[in-house]
């Protein structure tokens, strides 16, 4: 099992900065790739972006290039999000999920998910 704790969600002006943190825990090695996801309310979970553990390679959701930046931090077993320039579409819950490239490219088939943060973003 790998427990994930997600932190540093809160309420912020259009065009302000947050940075979110997940600490990971567990048996953290047998995942490859941590990875952000987000739900506003009536929608869908999707994914915002990825990166791998050991190379740290990222992907990212083309909604969010150019402006959110994932990071892990491996001694800390920690991934943090920063996201810059919010707009009030990026208002959601944001969830940490670990897993491998494959399982999280869709959120019906993450591993391991936190309990979720919120972000939210006002006009």
């Known amino acids: 099992q790998v427990q994930l704790v997600e932190s540093g969600g809160g309420l912020v002006q259009a065009g302000g900065s947050l940075r979110l943190s997940c600490a990971a825990s567990?048996?953290?090695?047998?995942?490859?790739?941590m990875a952000w996801f987000r739900q506003a309310p009536g929608k869908e979970r999707e994914f915002v972006a990825r990166?791998?553990?050991?190379?740290?390679?990222?992907n990212y959701a083309d909604s969010v290039k150019g402006r959110f930046t994932i990071s892990r931090d491996t001694a800390k077993n920690a991934v943090f999000l920063q996201m810059n320039s919010l707009k009030p579409e990026d208002t959601a819950v944001y969830y940490c999920?670990?897993?491998?490239?494959?399982?999280?490219?869709?959120?019906?088939?993450?591993?391991?998910w936190g309990q979720g943060t919120q972000v939210t973003v006002s006009s």
């Open positions: 999920a670990a897993g491998s490239y494959l399982t999280t490219s869709n959120p019906r088939l993450v591993d391991y």
């Open positions: 567990g048996r953290t090695f047998s995942s490859s790739v």
């Open positions: 990166v791998n553990w050991s190379s740290g390679s990222t």
